[in-house]
């Protein structure tokens, strides 16, 4: 059964520095999403992108992040500056479709990100 | 704001015995959601979801409007249950993005 691939399953990094997670989403779906969960907190939803743009971000989702989909495969984070309140499991995940209903998320393995 | 509450965080039953996962919700239309789940070292996935009104691994769920709820229930627990499951929503507007609750660590002894 195909599945959403994350790496690095870990990264560390000082403060300030720019990070960028990577994901390869299932190949025939076309929504991608990133969300992230600080340790010992809810799952909470960044951003959501279908035909090479955002399609819809939170809150958290603010201009040290960007999203990119650099080739027909993969899906990228970027933190440009990271904070030490960034330190989470991030979770990549795709749909073939954008009814949640019909087209279930699939969720990777995460990268644990930790801020240091 | 939307807001999906799961009051337990560890639910500890024993193998045969009955569990009940609680979850409620605060929307003001008609949300659709969902129950996922993370066995240990695995990736977080979908468990069931209530427009499909299915039973899977046993499971079930119902969404009752009156008590915003939407409890996952399963009559008899199997050790191979043990995980972390998380209640989530969206809300009926076209949004995709989900909401998830704080989740539940159910733990079925043996």
């Known amino acids: 059964e195909p599945e959403v691939t994350q790496t690095p399953s870990h990264q560390v990094t000082q403060m300030g520095q720019e990070v960028i997670l990577r994901c390869v989403p299932i190949s025939n779906h076309l929504y991608f999403y990133w969300y992230r969960q600080i340790l010992g907190q809810k799952v909470e939803f960044l951003v959501s992108?279908?035909?090479?743009?955002?399609?819809?971000k939170s809150e958290i989702f603010d201009d040290q992040f960007s999203v990119e989909r650099p080739d027909g495969s993969n899906f990228t984070l970027k933190i440009r500056s990271t904070k030490l309140e960034d330190s989470a499991m991030y979770f990549c995940?795709?749909?073939?479709?954008?009814?949640?209903?019909?087209?279930?998320?699939?969720f990777g393995n995460g990268t644990r990100l930790t801020v240091t | 704001a939307q807001r999906v509450t799961q009051p337990e965080k560890l639910l500890s039953v024993f193998k045969g015995a009955p569990v009940e996962l609680k979850c409620n919700y605060s929307y003001s239309g008609s949300p659709e959601l969902f129950w996922y789940v993370q066995y240990s070292r695995q990736r977080l996935q979908l468990l069931l979801r209530?427009?499909s009104r299915e039973s899977i691994k046993g499971f079930t769920a119902d969404l009752n409007k009156g008590e915003t709820s939407f409890h996952l229930k399963k009559p008899f627990a199997q050790e191979e249950d043990s995980a972390m499951y998380y209640c989530?929503?969206?809300?009926?507007?076209?949004?995709?993005?989900?909401?998830f609750g704080s989740g539940t660590r159910l733990q079925v002894q043996p």
């Open positions: 209530h427009i």
């Open positions: 992108f279908y035909n090479n743009e955002i399609s819809e």
């Open positions: 989530a929503s969206h809300p009926d507007t076209g949004r995709r993005a989900l909401t």
């Open positions: 995940a795709s749909s073939e479709g954008g009814d949640l209903d019909n087209s279930p998320l699939h």
